[in-house]
């Protein structure tokens, strides 16, 4: 919710995804968002910075010295969901040059990428009512189809398709 928040008041982020040719109603439809600039951006919505949990679910990083901070910033966010439709991940782009172009979260006791496909709860009565399902590589791939009206689209998460992925 909070990226989601933030795409709302970040006119780059509002124009980046625009100059791709999303609308506003895909990128609610898949819940995209944005992460800000700022090293400690998510202490504003979580009191206790401080919660080992956030560093295992992969929001936060702790560096050698021991200072936290946020693993995304001034990035779009595509919020991974599980088949049931919970956040449980997330894959951030960058909007200029910087490298990597794509930083997703870390595999977690909640997250694991060989089990997961990208907008398969969005995709779901489409693959059904199709009888198909299109696999492509990446978030954009599966937002930008789906905006042109190919709903049963899914990506794998950054590796090759697996058996669980297939089923």
Known sequence: NYYREQLKVSPSAVAYLKKRGLTGEIAAKFGLGYAPDGWQNL???????????????????????????????DRVMFPIQDGRGNV???????????????????????FIKGSELYGL??????IRDEDMVLVVEGYMDVVGLAQW???NVVATLGTAATESNVQ
């Open 43 to 73: 202490q504003q919505i979580f009191p206790d910075y401080n919660n080992p949990a956030l560093v295992e679910c992969g929001l936060v990083i702790v560096n050698e010295q021991g200072r936290r901070y946020d693993r995304f910033r």
């Open 88 to 110: 449980i991940g997330f894959g951030g782009r960058v909007m200029g040059n910087d490298e990597p172009k794509y930083l997703n979260s870390p595999e977690t006791p909640l």
């Open 121 to 126: 709860p969005q995709a779901r009565r489409a």
């Open 149 to 151: 009206g190919v709903e």
